[in-house]
């Protein structure tokens, strides 16, 4: 802990001494300083695919130096973690701190690793006072035009220390190419161009570097026209570990026995599951393992003179010997008989130094209880009521008489496991394309909104699974946390144990607080907007003009300012997504206006792109193929090889374009539906006819005219600007023929769930067999909710 820093200061002479008032008044500051709004996006999944629809609904839940109703705009764009490259973008309307949207992923996006990240328009010294990442996995429903893969050889050169990498490429039915193909392949700060053998092979040497912080060797692949990559994370020959000692309640105290807690991780900061002999100078006093998050505890009581130190038990790790902290002379030791408590703080503590202290309860943002207490006795044990105190993560600091920090432990407050939410469906196991009838009753809250997604349940990635309740009360709190093997972290008690013990208060320290002052409180506000203008002859207006702007069934009139200057957030300029919006002047001189667009989400865009790092921890493997990031066989529709087809009338049914779809973004699929989401981009697909009925939603609709592609001319001007949210499509499939390969087979947001009654809902599975995950989470009038339940489905007998 950071506070073992603070106390050997205080050895070496170093004496802050706080006021109580100060320690208050400071903590004021620091929250100031620090305050930053809780901000959750529930993504339906982390694993998608090209030509996909992502679904996504905002929650703000806790507000900082922003009011909830600031918040007027979400913005989505979606980030490539191999260069940094924005892929898509899109702005979305907030209000009372809830935004709901979707995104198309495109059909050309590259496998590979990717983070959304989602932000609103309120900035804070030039930073998104809310934010938030989620990090995703692309796969591809397209079989790649040759087979590639990536093997680490068994007979490495131990005397170099190289790691020999087999590269081996195939046509798809594993027939050598006609010729070799060119090889791009990067490893560290290493980077080489090259071409495979006539047989399609290449060993690729590759020198082992230090520090290396990214192990995975990148390569890309490129055939005439036809591009694959692929990477490959190497194991490390003498992989050094990061071994960290966290005595409980901050210091060793000689003659005073205590727990202390320790964590092992890797160079890449996986966790090392290992086990250690302790040694007492040169003695093994007892032997100590961690778990599977790389955390382990263990009792010591140390004595005048001794050195401890640990050896690992583990012939992948380097440095395998460590020392812990030195004992202090005198000090306190305090032990938890757990960190996750519900409404009493129970606590022993044991003394060779001072008797009178201050118990101080805070969160290092606000102090909730000051307990002056007496020892008395060298050992007390101690129960702390915590009427006072919200739930959530919490830090008992113990002070001595001139509030110095002696001993400090966190702990989770107010801690409750029960179920929020009851979810129940009418059975466990469905055939292909049936109905469900999914039922929800809240358990407690009198009013909930919730977002629910049930999908596919191969496309959650574990590493990559976010909760509302993990990420209110821990991950927005701490930093990485360990991944869970199974289920979320706020539900898993023993980890929840595991962790607090190790991880301290990262984001405060005492030596944050102590140098905190007024001047740190003042920071500078501002929103992020989509601004317009429009000059003629290419100077400034001196009187407003009136703009129209279309991009579905309406024309819509704007007035600029006097000098021709507008906002695209009104309600008169923000379309339904997927819509693009067109904006033109209608006047006789209309070819001497011209539009111009400054849009300060993308430069935000460029901005976190830039500056943002993204922590993937990654685990080694000896072999990967380039077929590994495509969806299998049963997970996809038979995909029609991609035409371009010249633009035509075609009988009166519509104009068929590559990509189908109208000025508006409106199409048709070859089934007759609008905008069916099984089917964007698809070849097949025509533009839909004013006055002709479509299905959408299961329901048959006249389509009106969109006007969008009428009259087009160069003083006209496409944008995609501000969107509410589409609706998710729903199907019976009661057309036999057509394909129904949805990982996503229901998604609902806003709604409104109340413990009066029970909510049924009801939607169909699709032609994708296996395990299927119901997601329900959201926020409640006094907490955040989540609850997850299964399903399976099988082949129709």
Sequence with gaps: MRLILFLSLLCLGFRPVFAQDSIEQKMDWLAKTKSASNFFVHFDKN??????????????????????????????????????????????????????????????????????????????????????????????????????????????????????????????????????????????????????????????????????????????????????????????????????????????????????????????????????????????????????????????????????????????????????????????????????????????????????????????????????????????????????????????????????????????????????????????????????????????????????????????????????????????????????????????VNYLEQVLLVKGWRKYTWQDLQATTANDTIYKKDSLQMLGSITKSKKELIKPVTIGAFGDNKIRLINTSDKGKFNFNVDDLILEQGKKSLLFINDKNKFDYKFQINDQFLKMDEKLSRSLVFDNPVLPSTIVNNAELVLKGNEKAIRLKEVVIKGRKDNGIGYRGASGSNACGDYVCRYNILNCRNHPGDPENTQPVAGRSYMTNGISMIYQECRAGLGVDENFLKFNGIHQPKEFYFSDYKDPQEPAFFSTIYWNYGMVLSNKKETELSFYTSDITGKFRIIVQGVTNKDVIYDEHFLEVKTNK
């Design 47 to 492: 694993v998608y695919t090209n030509n996909e629809i992502v679904y996504f609904t905002g929650y703000l839940i806790k507000e900082g130096k922003r009011k909830v109703n600031n918040h007027q705009l979400m913005s989505v764009c979606l980030i490539r973690d191999l260069d940094s490259t924005i892929i898509i973008q899109d702005k979305f309307v907030m209000g009372k701190g809830l935004s709901f949207g979707s995104i198309t992923l495109p059909d050309s996006i590259l496998t590979g690793n990717y983070h959304f990240i989602a932000y609103t328009d309120q900035v804070i010294n030039g930073t998104p006072s809310a934010i938030f990442n989620q990090p995703i996995t692309i796969k591809t429903n397209i079989d790649p035009a040759f087979k590639a893969s990536l093997k680490v050889l068994d007979d490495t050169n131990e005397i170099s220390k190289n790691h020999q990498v087999l590269l081996a490429v195939t046509t798809k039915d594993n027939r050598f190419l006609p010729k070799p193909i060119q090889i791009n392949y990067k490893y560290g700060n290493l980077s080489k161009k090259t071409k495979t053998d006539p047989s399609g092979q290449l060993l690729i040497s590759l020198p082992e570097q230090s520090n290396l912080t990214d192990p995975s060797l990148y390569v890309k692949l490129k055939n005439d026209k036809d591009s694959s990559y692929l990477n490959l994370t190497l194991p490390l020959k003498q992989n050094k570990a990061s071994v960290k000692f966290y005595p409980e309640g901050g210091n060793l105290v000689l003659g005073l026995s205590s727990n202390i807690g320790w964590e092992v991780k890797d160079q890449q900061k996986m966790p090392v599951a290992v086990k250690a002999f302790l040694y007492e100078n040169n003695e093994v006093i007892d032997t100590v393992e961690t778990s599977s998050y790389g955390i382990g505890k263990f009792l010591l009581l140390p004595k005048r003179e001794s050195i401890y130190s640990i050896k690992l038990i583990h012939s992948g790790l380097a440095d395998s010997i460590y020392y812990l902290p030195k004992a202090i002379e005198k000090g306190f030791v305090l032990n938890l008989k757990s960190a996750i408590v519900k409404d009493t703080l129970s606590l022993s503590i044991k003394s060779t130094g001072t008797k009178n202290l201050n118990f101080l309860l805070h969160n290092f943002r606000q102090i909730f209880s000051s307990i002056p207490f007496d020892m008395e006795t060298n050992r007390r044990m101690i129960k702390i009521p915590l009427d006072e105190v919200p739930k959530g993560l919490m830090t008992l600091t113990i002070l001595d008489s001139l509030n110095r920090p002696l001993a400090e432990r966190m702990f989770f407050a107010h801690y409750s496991n029960e179920e929020k939410i009851i979810t129940s469906t009418d059975k466990q196991i469905y055939n292909q394309r049936e109905k469900v009838n999914l039922k929800l009753k809240l358990n407690s809250d009198t009013i909930s909104i919730v977002s629910i997604a049930c999908i596919q349940d191969n496309r959650l990635e574990t590493k990559k699974i976010n909760d509302i309740e993990s990420y209110t009360y821990l991950t927005s709190e701490l930093n990485a946390l360990p991944v869970v093997l199974k289920g979320t972290p706020y539900k898993d």
